[in-house]
């Protein structure tokens, strides 16, 4: 069935340094969104993206959506420990009898070490 | 605006208990959506009530039930409860069950079956 994977699962990195996690669906997107959840919060809509191959940015947080819809990534540039949370990709199809839903990735849980 | 409220925030329950958990979303918005979170497995979809109709199932038991009020205010019941279901359970709302809607989260209620 339909599934958004995340990876990685964990990322450890020294205050500075840049993170990546990527997201991948078997299935055309119609959209991407990506939430962060501090420790002991919840998750916090970061941003959407709509069109094939587009690029947004967040001051050091760069998200991209792939040419045919079914990937994304989310870098941050030279990260910072208020970086530190997980982050979730969610994909929302729009075909068949689960229109609109939105299937969330597993989550990237970054650890910043100062 | 107030944002997603769910009541209450700690449950301590015994197997084979039931329980129902409250969630009233962000004035004006008509779509709530339930998610179940444990360590390792991301956000889990419950189901997701548009206008007193529930849209979309996730792969839950049938012990896993929910409404939605007139009012948008939803709830879910959790039938005699195993130690498995202890868990985050996060509320999400948003402004319709259209493809492209923003899930506003609540603080979660926190289920713990003993």
């Known amino acids: 069935g339909q599934q958004v994977m995340q990876i990685p699962q964990y990322q450890h990195v020294q205050e500075g340094e840049d993170f990546t996690t990527y997201c991948n669906s078997s299935t055309t997107l119609s959209n991407i969104q990506w939430y962060k959840q501090r420790p002991g919060g919840h998750p916090v809509f970061l941003i959407q993206l709509v069109k094939s191959g587009e690029v947004k940015k967040q001051k050091r947080l760069t998200f991209q959506f792939g040419e045919a819809k079914k990937n994304s990534s989310l870098h941050i540039t030279a990260t910072q420990t208020t970086d530190v949370g997980t982050y979730f990709c969610a994909g929302r199809t729009d075909r068949g009898s689960t229109l609109g839903r939105l299937y969330f990735g597993r989550g990237t849980q970054l650890t910043v070490w100062p | 605006k107030a944002g997603v409220t769910q009541t209450p925030r700690y449950l301590i329950k015994t197997r084979g208990q039931q329980v129902t958990l409250s969630c009233s979303p962000i004035s004006g918005h008509r779509s709530v959506s339930w998610y179940q979170q444990t360590p390792g497995q991301g956000l889990q979809f419950l189901f997701e009530y548009f206008s007193e109709t529930q849209r979309n199932k996730g792969n839950f038991p049938g012990r896993f039930s929910g409404r939605q009020f007139s009012n948008s205010r939803s709830e879910m019941n959790v039938s005699t409860l195993e130690l498995g279901d202890s868990a985050l359970y996060l509320c999400?709302?948003?402004?319709?069950?259209?493809?492209?809607?923003?899930?506003?989260f609540g603080a979660g209620t926190r289920l713990s079956v003993l």
């Open positions: 999400a709302s948003s402004y319709t069950a259209a493809a492209k809607n923003i899930q506003y």
